[in-house]
């Protein structure tokens, strides 16, 4: 059972995202594979791109085509000083290339949406199906509207139009540990309970470069949050807020379909990786409300 003082008394700063969610097959477990991790290994929405998260892999039973396969979420920011239609078509642009540069390229993949109550749908044959140079053609395979697009292998297939809808990225919570040991193995038994909630991802798995919103260097975007570097403990003296025992701060970020299930993401991680030797307690990165309109308060997720 977890107790409120291994929470600490804060709230997780979240904020509203884009995402599509998508099915990607093969013919084979490997191929899935690395379209899947390729597609979404950079976590890059700090730096205006999209980002993405692999939230199950998928049995021949489970895809449209009876192949191997996997879901996966891709993820954009949202602007709030602009009209919506302008963050949706700069999410448009940058799913494209994770598309046609991770998936495409490999031998004998397809491209199935997996947004069944979308608030909207992005037609893709402008962005990828025009891979095909002109030669590409619209279908209808496995009861869906598909786009073959002719290629050297040959061919790639991706349903004409994903979905998209808005949902809340950026949860997170922090696991402060003793040791290395305590690290690996409280972030992985969070990873492992996370994966088991339907509708979420974690982009970056276990990140060790929590951020900060401000910053002297602009230019390079968020830098690390130095008064939780402890390695910085003694330099910073008093300003440091690293606790005594704690040497290591490991970070789970969360996006999620829906703030119900963000949050019930967020509590099977954290008492998961509270169940490990080593573990002092759990925290979350807050900075003030500046981040994001969403505020999760970590001991509300244990009523």
């Not at 809340?168 to 969070?190: D, Y």
Request: glycine letters at 8%; one cysteine or more; charged letters at 30%.
């Amino acid at each position: 059972m977890v107790e409120n003082t291994q929470i600490e008394e804060i709230y997780a700063e979240a904020f509203e995202g884009i995402f599509s969610r998508v099915i990607v097959t093969a013919d084979d477990e490997e191929t899935v594979r690395k379209a899947a991790e390729d597609s979404t290994a950079t976590p890059s929405i700090v730096i205006g791109r999209v980002e993405g998260g692999i939230e199950k892999w998928l049995g021949k039973k489970e895809t449209p085509d009876k192949r191997k396969g996997a879901i996966l979420q891709f993820w954009g920011g949202i602007n709030p000083k602009k009209p919506f239609s302008d963050s949706l078509k700069k999410f448009e642009i940058e799913l494209s290339y994770r598309i046609r540069q991770d998936i495409l390229v490999k031998p004998f993949t397809a491209v199935f949406d997996a947004l069944p109550d979308a608030e909207g749908k992005i037609d893709m044959i402008e962005r990828v199906g025009h891979c095909g140079d002109g030669y590409e053609w619209l279908e209808k395979r496995y009861r869906r509207n598909v786009i073959v697009v002719p290629i050297m292998v040959p061919d790639f297939i991706i349903e004409q139009y994903l979905g998209y809808s808005r949902g809340v990225m950026g949860a997170n919570f922090w696991i402060m540990c003793k040791t290395k040991e305590a690290l690996k193995k409280a972030g992985e038994k969070a990873l492992q309970a996370i994966d088991n909630i339907e509708g979420v991802v974690t982009p970056f798995d276990i990140c060790s470069a929590g951020s900060k919103t401000e910053t002297s260097f602009p230019w390079i975007g968020p830098t690390t949050n130095h008064p939780f570097c402890p390695s910085l403990r003694k330099k910073l003296g008093e300003d440091s807020k690293v606790p005594k025992s704690v040497n290591y701060i490991p970070e789970i970020v969360i996006n999620g379909v829906s703030m119900q299930t963000v949050k019930k993401a967020m509590k099977a991680g954290m008492e998961a990786a509270l169940d490990v030797d080593g573990v002092v307690k759990i925290s979350a990165g807050n900075y003030g409300g500046k981040l994001g309109d969403y505020k999760i308060y970590l001991r509300e997720l244990f009523p």
